[in-house]
């Protein structure tokens, strides 16, 4: 399997979810776990995927997010999860 880890953070507004959710269906990507919080005006979202079934590579995933993010105002962050394990090791 394999899996990115994807951050995403910034003003809270309606349809920050639903934006980064229909990217990820639309590349059959699915969301194994995810965990949101609004911290005053400060949104949070967390999310587990996995890309075994994807039709685009981590760096096309990446891309599109990122434009996604901007078009909502939010900064959103994909990391392999390898990548993401191995910058956390303590």
Known sequence: MTRAVVTVIGVD?????????????????????????????????????????????VKELRRELERVGEELGVDVVVQHEDVYRAMHRV
Do not use: Y
């Open 13 to 57: 507004r309606p349809g920050i979810v639903a934006g980064v959710s229909r990217v990820l269906a639309e590349h059959n990507v699915n969301i194994e776990d995810i965990s949101q919080t609004v911290l005053r005006d400060l949104f949070a979202m967390v999310m587990l995927v996995d890309l075994s079934e994807a039709d685009v590579s």
